[in-house]
Structure formats: structure tokens, C-alpha cells
């Protein structure tokens, strides 16, 4: 369990997340909804270690995470950033292969264990006949899984992934949605930030609703995912409606 104990986020001098405190399990996905700049990111961010808590403080099965190593915050939480790009050409096994680094000593070469995982991450994602590819030949939605897979690789129990489905087209959407419900399914805990809502109510266990850096509603999905709630997250009226089983969010 992750949990959040008053929590506060400043970026610069502005509080960008206000007194958070909450629960989230593995074997979940919680979706992190709300307007632009209602604080989705910078709390995704604290989540994952990467900024520290201006107040409160972020627990990982009881134990303060900003006590635990860097290389120990790695090997439990996966980081899924909006955009993430390579910063040289590499091919699509080597993007994976880094997803291991939390697990070998420095230079070290890959193990039988690290050659099966990223095997089996490459295979989760449906993209093993793409291994030898270099990244910037991909298609979005290719990128997209090989990213993911470098995740998956690191065999972590969290998956935080801010904003996965950006620029990627409806199929590929689906796509990543898939990934994202069976790591939780595999029992990871899965945190993702969404704007597009429908796609929250189709994966999510949980929603988590921002509004100015505090927390509008938390809870399973049928209770949190309403007109009411939505109206007051994001000012405008919306329906949700009930087509075979699923909910769609229609602004008006």
C-alpha cells in the first residue's frame, strides 16, 4: 500500500498540492482526473520520489519513501513521464534493457534473470518482433508499448504513468489501456493520469479527483464518476451515460 499523509507539493512559490491523504492499493488501478493545472503531475511526481513534499510525507508499506534509496525507490516504483523520448538512437531491446538497471551493480553485464524479464516485458507488450527496431522508427503507438515495456521490465509493484494515452490514436489508446489493466490484474498498483474520462471509466478501480491541488472526491469509480463531481472539477456540465456495460462522459 502507498500512502499519502497530509501531503503538500510546492513548484516555486506556488502550492500546487494541498493536505492529500489517502490510500492506494496494488492490484488497482486508480485514475488521476481534474483540470489542467489542478496539480495531477506534480503529484504523480511526488509519488514517484522525484520532487520532495513541501509538507506531509509519502509512505510505501509503512516506510517513508524519501528514506529509501534512490536504486530501492527504483526497484519498487516504475515512472511512465509524459513524452519520455530516448536521448540517442538505441533499438527497441536496448530502450527495454534499461528498465533493469535498479537490479545490476554498476556496469555489470545483463543476467539470465534481467535477459527473461525484458523477454517477458517485450512479450507483455506485444512488441518482441519489434526488438531490433530502432526507437525513432517506431509509430506512436509502438513507442507507446516499448516504453511501457521498459516499465514492465523492472518488475517494480507500482506503475505510475502520467498522461500515457497523449498522441495516440484511438486503437493505440485501447492499447495502452489493455497494459495498464492487466499490471493491475498482475497485482501491481497502478496510478495514471487522464484526460480523457471515458477512458477512466473504462480502466479505473479508482478515481482521484483534483481541483486546485486538493482532493474533490476519491473512491471506487461508480461513486466518484457522477455529473455533480465532474461538473465541479472541470466547470462545465457533463453526462454520464451507460452503453453495454460501460460508462461514457459526454461534456454537454
Known amino acids: 500500500m502507498i500512502r499519502l499523509d497530509h501531503l503538500c507539493v510546492d513548484l516555486g512559490k506556488r502550492r500546487v498540492v494541498e493536505g492529500l491523504s489517502l490510500g492506494l492499493q496494488r492490484g488497482r488501478v486508480t485514475a488521476v482526473i481534474g483540470a489542467n493545472g489542478a496539480g495531477k503531475t506534480s503529484l504523480l511526481r511526488a509519488l514517484a520520489g522525484l520532487v520532495a513534499p513541501a509538507a506531509g510525507k509519502v509512505l510505501i508499506d509503512d516506510t517513508p519513501l524519501a528514506i529509501l534509496s534512490l536504486a530501492e525507490r527504483a526497484r519498487r516504483i516504475g515512472y511512465l513521464p509524459q513524452n519520455g523520448q530516448p536521448a540517442w538512437a538505441m533499438t527497441v531491446r536496448e530502450l527495454v534493457e534499461l528498465g533493469r538497471l535498479p537490479h545490476r551493480s554498476r556496469f555489470a553485464a545483463l543476467s539470465p534473470a534481467d535477459h527473461a524479464a525484458v523477454d517477458q516485458a517485450l512479450a507483455n507488450a506485444d512488441i518482441a518482433?519489434?526488438?531490433?527496431?530502432?526507437?525513432?522508427?517506431?509509430?506512436g503507438g509502438e513507442r507507446a508499448r516499448a516504453k511501457f515495456a521498459r516499465v514492465l521490465a523492472g518488475e517494480t509493484d507500482w506503475i505510475f504513468a502520467d498522461e500515457p494515452l497523449a498522441s495516440l490514436d484511438p486503437p493505440h489508446q485501447r492499447d495502452v489501456l489493455r497494459l495498464l489493466r492487466d499490471a493491475a490484474d498482475k497485482g501491481k498498483g497502478v496510478v495514471v493520469v487522464l484526460h480523457q474520462l471515458s477512458a477512466a471509466a473504462r480502466v479505473a478501480d479508482d478515481v482521484l479527483v483534483l481541483r486546485d491541488g486538493k482532493?474533490?472526491?476519491?473512491?471506487?469509480?461508480?461513486?466518484?464518476?457522477?455529473?455533480?463531481?465532474?461538473?465541479?472539477?472541470?466547470?462545465?456540465?457533463?453526462?454520464?451515460?451507460?452503453?453495454?456495460?460501460?460508462?461514457?462522459?459526454?461534456?454537454?
Open 129 to 139: 518482433h519489434l526488438a531490433a527496431r530502432t526507437v525513432d522508427t517506431l509509430s
Open 215 to 252: 482532493c474533490l472526491a476519491f473512491g471506487p469509480r461508480e461513486e466518484v464518476l457522477t455529473p455533480a463531481t465532474l461538473e465541479a472539477a472541470f466547470g462545465m456540465e457533463m453526462d454520464v451515460i451507460a452503453h453495454e456495460g460501460r460508462k461514457l462522459i459526454v461534456p454537454r
